[in-house]
């Protein structure tokens, strides 16, 4: 790490903390050459892979907003929206790859947004899963009162 004052090539780690959930890591750095300190983030970059070929670095902002177009009429607050995405990001980190492909974001979502709301998640798959008939609807609300039991509420099985 070049020293952003005098351009030294070799600065001193001094202390590093673990931030934002684990995601980043700040340290602290000081220049032998020059004595001045200076703090330094790194970033755990994850990629998303499109169906296109290109990649983009994930964005948890951009999974709020989608779930967020589901959820729209419905009963949901904009803190259960910020948990859905933190736990996506957190179950797509937790596999350890770098890249992801988008259909496995998809596939991440979906869990928790149906144990969020049923009806966002009846809209989010159709979009997702691309749902072209009344059966395809049908099929995924068989789905879910399968797994909701006798009781009536449950996730859906994915």
């Known amino acids: 790490m070049h020293c952003p004052f005098c351009r030294n090539p070799d600065t001193k780690v ?4 673990s931030t934002d959930d684990g995601a980043a890591i700040r340290r602290r750095r000081s220049c032998p050459e020059c004595g001045k300190r200076f703090t330094t983030q790194e970033n755990v970059l994850l ?16 999974i709020i ?15 259960a929206l910020a948990k ?29 947004l149906g144990e969020l709301d049923e009806v966002a998640y009846l ?6 899963r691309g749902f072209e008939s009344l059966d395809d609807f049908a099929r995924e609300i068989d789905v879910l009162r399968r797994a909701a039991g006798p009781s009536g509420t449950a996730p859906p099985p994915r």
């Open 123 to 128: 809209r989010f798959a159709s979009v997702y």
């Open 65 to 79: 907003a989608g779930v967020r177009r589901a959820c729209q009429g419905r009963p949901v607050d904009e803190d």
């Open 14 to 17: 001094i202390d590093s903390r």
């Open 84 to 112: 859905l995405g933190q736990r996506v990001e957190e179950a797509l980190r937790a596999t350890g790859a770098a890249e992801i492909p988008s259909h496995e974001v998809g596939l991440t979502i979906l869990g928790p």
């Open 47 to 62: 990629m998303v892979a499109k169906r296109s070929g290109v990649t983009e670095p994930f964005s948890r902002d951009k």
